[in-house]
């Protein structure tokens, strides 16, 4: 199983992104049965949990970002999103999602003017 992030980048405070896992090696049967998470890691300091949605769809998301990030899934693409609105310079990290024991590459995010 692989997971690969994209649609990190640089982005000017108050912007958007919208980040993909992308999910390899597994049926999307099996997929649609786990929970994953999004992480992120920013420069000296250690790794959070960002946002997490279970199999059966609920969300959680940590108090910085409730209101601004939205994660979902898509089962058939085997696929999760984090979408991430009026991102701000504490956003910045490298963003991971995470799938049982399987952690992706990750994707730098910039925020900065």
């Known amino acids: 199983v692989q997971l690969v992030e994209s649609g990190g980048g640089l982005v000017q405070p108050g912007g958007s992104l919208r980040l993909s896992c992308a999910t390899s090696g597994i049926s999307g049967i099996t997929f649609s049965r786990y929970d994953v998470g999004w992480y992120r890691q920013a420069p000296g300091k250690q790794r959070e949990l960002v946002a997490s949605i279970t199999s059966g769809g609920r969300t959680n998301y940590r108090d910085s970002v409730k209101g601004r990030f939205t994660i979902s899934r898509e089962n058939a693409k085997n696929t999760v999103y984090l979408q991430m609105n009026s991102l701000n310079a504490e956003d910045t990290a490298v963003y991971s999602c995470?799938?049982?024991?399987?952690w992706g590459q990750g994707t730098q995010v910039t925020v900065s003017s």
């Open positions: 995470n799938v049982a024991v399987v």
